[in-house]
């Protein structure tokens, strides 16, 4: 087996035996044929801090821009049955080093 030079034999062998795998379930081939390889499934655990408000984000500043602190970050605004409700949120001090 070869592919015209641009493929090597490990990767011309996985493509043909996955052409047997697929001639195999549609019944075309009744031979035995290599099983496909099985990826180990990677877990990962993600974190989603929660908000004191509800509705949606609007940001007052650039991803990746330097804030003062009480600068303002954006707000945040609801849709009640008779107005928006706006809520404004702002930078927190900086840690302390203390």
């Known amino acids: 087996m070869?592919?015209?030079g641009l493929w090597g034999?490990?990767?011309v062998g996985e493509l043909t035996a996955g052409i047997d795998r697929i001639m195999k379930h549609?019944?075309?081939i009744d031979r035995s044929v290599k099983a496909a390889p099985?990826?180990?499934p990677s877990f990962v655990t993600m974190?989603?801090?929660t908000a004191a408000a509800t509705g949606l984000w609007y940001s007052a500043v650039e991803v990746g821009a330097t804030v003062a602190t009480g600068?303002?970050?954006?707000?945040?605004?609801t849709h009640s049955e008779t107005s928006w409700r706006?809520?404004?949120r702002t930078s927190p001090a900086p840690w302390s080093t203390a």
């Open 86 to 88: 706006r809520s404004y």
């Open 47 to 49: 974190w989603v801090p």
């Open 71 to 77: 600068q303002a970050l954006g707000r945040s605004a």
């Open 26 to 28: 549609l019944g075309m």
């Open 38 to 40: 099985q990826a180990t």
């Open 9 to 11: 034999n490990d990767s």
């Open 2 to 4: 070869s592919g015209n």
